[in-house]
């Protein structure tokens, strides 16, 4: 009753950006992600008989307070499912997303946790199932079940059933890179929960977001099944910008961005003006992410470490999906 | 038939974003602005029959090109309505606009020229009317006919006539100051005029922001009523991002902001966590004007000052109205 899960964190390049379903985590739209290989958790789950607790070790420190409350409740949900009610577990977690590169380390915690506890409780779930269960910790968690680029499909039903991430492109598809571009810190006001919640409940712009996005996740499909390389950075971009605007309409509004996202943002366009194609994305805080070709890593490198606010840059390729050790 | 007029810029709390009508400038929403004290033009047209053409000096400077026609353009459209085709002026402007602090100035620019002219005519123009023909010169010049707090009225009909400019409150009504943030100058990739039709042909959001003015409109006026400060201000500062939101929902997309635009935005926040009333707002173009009241001027000019990337800060009054020399 022991099993091991390795899972990559993701970036969305169509953005998740509201829920539909607060406590089953079912979202507004589809969205399409990007599996990172130079992100991961790795959790090892091992339930036994003797335990009266859960207890959750996060890089070798024992973890109490909401982080554990999560796991916990977390997986409750499995041992509903496996009808092992009162089996406790010590859950392992070795976390390799650093929280200051701004990816939301849930994405690949929850990943990995799910997959190791339905291992361990053999529950042999295929990866739709997986994926499902995997929203229900952290909606875009479901997408790094797999690698390469995934989509996330909102689904229709009151019950979740159909809303699971779905393979796009294997992870050998396309050989991009992703620059997390790590900002000087300061104080995030609005938490992404918050942000996300109070966009959709008051937004002037949330209808006109959730409107484009059919097209959107279309179009990208299109142009990373033909590596179309501006074509989807296009899209991404726009969407980002988009996803962005919505929070200016909040009621009241707000931004994640900083003087120095702008600075990013800025560098990156002046990369296109020079003929090189690079584009950004921002999720819910303040730093950047830059998509761009393995052959203009050098310029790219060059231009955004001499960027104003930028104090680390960490690049990645294209990640695998969830494996077992 | 020699006349001298002299009028305000204005900056508008409820931004103009959108012509329903581009020949007779007829906009997509009603506006509301406040008529600044520092910023102005004065202009004297003299019409003289031994003339064969008109002739544009600007600053003691001879015009020509683009400027010049949009001038003798203007003039016709009086010369059509006294019945004077063929008489031809001197028109002689001041402008205490500085470019850089990123006011229009074909706000004081048109209003100056257009109350000359009437008045050298002797057309015997009221307000209302003046205000109509200033409005198809430059769109927001339509408001510079008056002091104070003035409501641009969109209007329904075709051929413009209900579209023009009213007085909400004269310039002795509340003593607020406009602090013009100038910044560094970068190149501007989408003029106002080219960015106000990308938005309204392209972005998601237009429709989104159409939505929300008539009420912004309706509560900045009760807040001016009785002398709000904060209920103006918000509501001015959550317009103006309204306004830029819907620029990220351009196809393409693009924004007027910079870093600087940011550092600003983050300068004013901070100052109302230290509890001083500041409130900014934004045009199509970097810099930032800032709101506050006169006790908090100190304050307000020392952290505007102390912001990265600002060059000068030109602080103003509410200004009055249109005035004949």
């Given at each position: 009753?022991r099993?091991?899960?390795k ?6 390049l169509i953005?998740?950006?509201g829920k539909?379903?607060?406590e089953i ?25 003797e335990?009266?607790?859960d207890?959750f ?8 307070g909401?982080p ?5 409740n ?5 041992r ?9 577990a010590?859950?392992?977690s ?7 590169a701004g990816f939301?380390?849930s994405?690949?915690?929850?990943a990995?946790?799910?997959g ?6 053999q ?6 199932a997986l994926?499902?269960?995997t929203?229900?910790g952290s909606g ?5 079940i797999y690698g390469g680029?995934?989509?996330w499909?909102m ?7 159909d ?10 598809h396309?050989?991009?890179r992703?620059?997390a571009v ?7 006001d609005v938490?992404?929960r918050?942000g996300?919640k109070?966009?959709?409940d008051?937004s002037?712009?949330y209808?006109g977001?959730?409107?484009t996005?059919?097209?959107d ?15 989807v950075?296009?899209i991404a ?10 929070t200016l ?5 707000f ?6 996202t702008?600075?990013?943002?800025e560098t990156v366009q002046?990369?296109r003006?020079e003929g090189?194609?690079a584009?950004?994305?921002i999720?819910a ?5 830059v998509?761009?070709?393995p052959?203009?890593?050098e ?7 001499a960027?104003?606010g930028?104090?680390e ?5 294209v990640g ?5 050790l």
């Amino acid at each position: 009753m022991r099993a091991t899960a390795k899972a990559h964190t993701n970036i969305a390049l169509i953005k998740y950006w509201g829920k539909r379903n607060e406590e089953i985590i079912l979202p507004t739209n589809s969205s399409l992600s990007v599996t990172l290989d130079a992100f991961y958790t790795e959790t090892t789950v091992h339930f036994k008989e003797e335990l009266e607790r859960d207890t959750f070790i996060l890089n070798d420190q024992e973890i109490s307070g909401v982080p554990y409350d999560q796991v916990t409740n977390y997986l409750e949900l499995f041992r509903s499912y496996a009808d092992q009610k009162g089996l406790f577990a010590e859950v392992h977690s070795l976390n390799k997303v650093p929280t200051a590169a701004g990816f939301a380390s849930s994405a690949s915690g929850f990943a990995a946790l799910a997959g190791a506890t339905a291992k361990a409780l053999q529950l042999n779930l295929d990866d739709t199932a997986l994926s499902r269960f995997t929203r229900q910790g952290s909606g875009s968690a479901c997408r790094s079940i797999y690698g390469g680029f995934v989509q996330w499909e909102m689904g229709t039903l009151a019950d979740g059933s159909d809303s699971y991430a779905i393979p796009i492109a294997p992870q050998d598809h396309w050989d991009i890179r992703v620059a997390a571009v790590v900002l000087t810190a300061k104080e995030k006001d609005v938490s992404s929960r918050v942000g996300m919640k109070r966009t959709v409940d008051t937004s002037a712009f949330y209808d006109g977001w959730l409107e484009t996005l059919p097209r959107d996740l279309e179009e990208i499909k299109e142009g990373i099944g033909r590596r179309d390389f501006e074509k989807v950075g296009a899209i991404a971009e726009a969407n980002c910008l988009k996803m962005h605007a919505t929070t200016l309409g909040a009621v009241p509004p707000f931004t994640y961005w900083q003087d120095t996202t702008m600075s990013v943002m800025e560098t990156v366009q002046q990369l296109r003006k020079e003929g090189i194609s690079a584009y950004f994305t921002i999720d819910a805080g303040p730093n950047v992410k830059v998509l761009y070709l393995p052959e203009d890593e050098e310029k790219v490198m060059q231009k955004l470490q001499a960027t104003n606010g930028v104090t680390e840059v960490i690049v990645s390729k294209v990640g695998e999906g969830i494996s077992y050790l």
